[in-house]
């Protein structure tokens, strides 16, 4: 969602605050905005649409100012507008906010009775009218006075008109990391854009506030005490975040699985036989009273649990339920100490998977996470955690994360199973070694690209498409109409292959395109059975199976062989082919891949 940068220090911020804009483009915006300290006074420059527009507005030359802030806006509250844009300012304050404050229409009729009325339609602003109804001279009591009276979930960076090039920065919920180099002290929302100056980072925790100068970060909590955050590391560079040579982001993300698998799964194994979690801290002992799993999160973090439940329930026999967390606390969940919540989460900041979370540890489950980015609120606040080590991941649409998610599942699985005494050795040797074929058979499916690419052709003037599976399939198919719907903007709907006679079957016509996944050997008779059904009536069909199997070429139009796997590991190559087609068919529509519209990266709202 939202992208805040804020810098003080040594270089002209303006192209700091650009260049960290440009940065967070990926986590998908409709207008960007900075403000800086001149001379004079602040000075605000904001705009709709890309930071194409916001460079074009910004003078090259004028004052050498170096302290701002910058902002990309995903509009929750009030429309899409330059008015309401950040940075706000109203009296003494400017800020840039990432959140949502929830009492914003209370605290606006409180600021109404002194007078006081905002010029925009957002929360943002009544934020601003408040710590500037709230300030005489003490940043530090200001802030604090005004966290005890805002209510959701916030990021904010402030300037006080008299406090030059300092900047004031607070969070609750919402990321905010920061570091300090030679150049100045740097805070963003995400670690992108603070890469280019300093590895070295570290997240703010929650509730409390960084006070930024140029050679300085201090954090205090609440109570006014000085706090030395932990500091965390990355490993991966600016060239990580940057194309690498391709098109697209998600190209470069399809590519990079192999690699990004590699580094979640072989530090895992120990004498090539054996999963090992002690690395992340995760003893046997977690599972000793398990009785029952829940794993929560959402969109395509989700389906990767749904791959989970079909492994634990096959692997464990206990049983296993796969929740959307924006619906599990609504929910009354059951759970207990003896419940494992599992939650899954790119980001680790998806507002609704951290509320499942915080409900889960209310209730004494024990908590895993599976998260890729390091010291994220999910991580941070689960009992465990299973990093996916697969690199900033900066498209919309996830692909190198999904994978390395079904990777960690597949080693956690396995470590309780191992625990539980579910699977002999001989069970485990072979688990891991089929794990491990999965590295060259995802590199052996990016060879189907240009196949790939051809059968996407024949999509391009879709309206609508089915993917269709049975057993472990279903939930890819389920990833794979995500995938394409949420780029290519074309409707598409994921059935369990044996439903579609329920209901759905009225809906295939003559030349309605169903991608029909096949790998699962103990469903594959049922599977073709449904195939012929759409065959029936006319659908074109795209089949997907495991490995070159010979076929009746009457029931398909287009076949894609994925390299062969043991069954239970086909959903990394499955994977694979339905990003490709959701990219290519993106791009023969002409669409932008990367950004698609009304989408965020990381979605930090409810
Ligand atoms: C789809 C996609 C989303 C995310 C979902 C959860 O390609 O990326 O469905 O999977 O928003 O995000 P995280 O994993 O960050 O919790």
Redesign the pocket.
Known sequence: MCGIIGFTGYLDVKNVLLEGLEALEYRGYDSAGIAFFEQDGIKTIKTTGKVSNLIDKVEKNGNNSTCGIGHTRWATHGGVSDTNSHPHTFGNVTLIHNGIIENYHELETELAKQGKYPVSQTDTEIAAMLIDSLYHGDPMDTIKKAMSQLEGAYAFCILFADQPDVIYCLRNGSPLVACQSKEGSVIASDMVALIKYSKEYFVLPELHIAKLTKDNIEVTNFDGEIVIPQKLYVKWDMSAARKGGYEHFMLKEIHEQPSSLRSTIMPRIVNGSLPDLSGDGIPDTIFDDINRVIIT?????MHAGLVGRVLIEKLIRIPVTVEIASEFRYQDPIMDENTLVITI???GE?AD?LAALRLSNENKAKTVSIVNVKGSSIARESNYVLYTHAGPEIA???TK?YTAQLSCIYLLALQFAKAKKAISDTECTSFIHHLQQVIPAVEKTLFLEKELDEISSHLKETQDLFFIGRGIDYPLSCEGS??LK?ISYIHSEAYAAGELKHGTLSLIIEGIPVIALATQANVYSKMISNIREVRARGAMVILVTNGDIALDSSIFDYHIALPELDDMFTPFTTAVVLQLLAYYTTLHRGYNVDQPRNLAK??TVE
């Open positions: 999160a959402c969109g395509t973090a989460s790119q980001s998806t998977t919309v649409a996830s994360a995500i995938k949420e990381s979605v």
